[in-house]
């Protein structure tokens, strides 16, 4: 556990996988110590980037993204934000093999 209870159960939650979080996530401890509940995960990432979820709801929200690592999450996302980038016009490019 990176994170106190404490701030965990203060935040709106986000993960990536909630069946994966309950078991082995950053909320895992908090959860089986009855500090935070299941119900108070507000969704998985999945549904943020659908647009059926907010993200955050306001400037003041403390959100946290909790990820156990589902590696076809991250390649989704790392392909969103590439075509972002070349739309814009930014970024490096960067020969890995």
């Given at each position: ?43 998985g990432l999945g549904d943020v980037l659908a647009g059926r ?45």
């Amino acid at each position: 556990q990176e994170l106190e209870s404490a701030l965990t159960a203060s935040a709106r939650i986000i993960v990536d996988d909630p069946a994966q979080a309950f078991h082995s996530g950053e909320v895992n401890v908090p959860l089986h110590d009855g500090v935070l509940l299941e119900s108070a995960i507000a969704g998985g990432l999945g549904d943020v980037l659908a647009g059926r979820l907010i993200g955050r709801n306001s400037l003041d929200e403390i959100t946290l993204f909790d990820s156990t690592g589902l590696a076809v999450q991250d390649l989704a996302v790392a392909r969103i934000v590439v075509a972002r980038a070349r739309e814009l016009g930014v970024g490096v490019a960067l020969q890995l093999v």
